[in-house]
T-cell receptor
């Protein structure tokens, strides 16, 4: 089976940096994705790591360590609009994607 | 127009009724998925399909069935709805070899 763990809530102030961690247990690991979801909306794709290391896309970066079964999403220069839920998702070698329970990020002024 | 379209967007029904949620996509992707979202439980995979002849159970398939009518269409059925199937349902698509899912806007189902 597959399981993922991420913190349920994180709070940070505008302009700060926040890191959301994700640890996973899975057979046939293929890659780790991150998604953002605002209240009432559809999840939207942020990043995907199949190899170890850091991927940077603007203010957002994602990191993967396959040997540690661990990844994180790093959000820099936080803005109020970044308040949302963030999900990590494991892609297995069967092609399916299983999601974590999500981390609610609250950005305060 | 949205790339991934779900209908209906909202539905209220009664216990025991048969319900179908439909999903169509214009992205040309072979892979389609149905997820269920409940507060605090994230998104759980119900069924997924990698082409018209390929249907696979996900984490929580009991009480659900699916039909892949064409590459662009993937429908989810609840044969006899029960209240604990009240949830927000998302359809998604992806291209092979990526970790990127494209989601529809969701279908909110309430079973009384």
């Amino acid at each position: 089976g597959q399981s993922l763990e991420q913190p349920s809530e994180v709070t940070a102030v505008e302009g700060a940096i926040v890191q959301i961690n994700c640890t996973y247990q899975t057979s046939g690991f293929y890659g780790l994705s991150w998604y953002q979801q605002h209240d009432g909306g559809a999840p939207t794709f942020l990043s995907y790591n199949a190899l170890d290391g850091l991927e940077e896309t603007g203010r957002f970066s994602s990191f993967l360590s396959r040997s540690d079964s661990y990844g994180y999403l790093l959000l820099q220069e936080l803005q109020m609009k970044d308040s949302a839920s963030y999900f990590c998702a494991v892609k297995s070698n069967t092609g399916k994607l299983i999601f974590g329970q999500g981390t609610t990020l609250q950005v305060k002024p | 127009d949205a790339d991934v379209t779900q209908t209906p967007r909202n539905r209220i029904t009664k216990t025991g009724k048969r319900i179908m949620l439909e999903c169509s996509q214009t992205k040309g992707h072979d892979r389609m998925y149905w997820y269920r979202q409940d507060p605090g439980l994230g998104l759980r995979l119900i069924y997924y399909s990698f082409d018209v002849k390929d249907i696979n159970k996900g984490e929580i398939s009991d009480g659900y069935s699916v039909s892949r009518q064409a590459q662009a269409k993937f429908s989810l059925s609840l044969e006899s709805a029960i209240p604990n199937q009240t949830a927000l349902y998302f359809c998604a698509t992806s291209a092979q070899g990526t970790g990127e899912l494209f989601f529809g806007e969701g279908s909110r189902l309430t079973v009384l």
